[in-house]
Nanobody
Framework: QVQLVESGGGLVQAGSSLRLSCAAS????????MGWFRQSPGKERERDFV??????????YYTDSVKGRFTISRDNAKNTVYLQMNSLKPEDTAVYYC???????????????????WGQGTQVTVSA
């Protein structure tokens, strides 16, 4: 069983930066793809794909709206994945979740159904 804990969220002004962290415990996640998703206000039943990273960090994918602003990375020695968010916009306001894809050495995917373990989420609020 894997436990994921997100941190780093907060209330910031538009144009600011935040760095989210997702620390895994229970077992190593270094051999598995990981992703970040977000749940926006009024969309409580949907978790939208934000970014994903392969097990080695060599493959990364982003949703179009965050390309050039967000960067996903991982430190396998620390069992942690990060999401650096720059030039934040009010539409980035959401609860951000990290998740683990249980496909050993698999390629990262954008489909939330492919992810098995999820954190509890961290709130990011961007004011205009």
């Amino acid at each position: 069983q894997v436990q994921l804990v997100e941190s780093g969220g907060g209330l910031v002004q538009a144009g600011s930066s935040l760095r989210l962290s997702c620390a895994a415990s229970g077992r190593t996640v270094s051999n598995y793809p990981m992703g970040w998703f977000r749940q926006s206000p009024g969309k409580e039943r949907e978790r939208d794909f934000v970014a994903a990273i392969g097990w080695s960090g060599g493959n990364t994918y982003y949703t179009d709206s965050v390309k050039g602003r967000f960067t996903i990375s991982r430190d396998n020695a620390k069992n942690t994945v990060y999401l650096q968010m720059n030039s934040l916009k009010p539409e980035d306001t959401a609860v951000y979740y990290c998740a683990v894809d249980p496909s050993l050495f698999g390629r990262p995917t954008i489909n939330s159904d492919d992810y098995e373990y999820w954190g509890q989420g961290t709130q990011v609020t961007v004011s205009a």
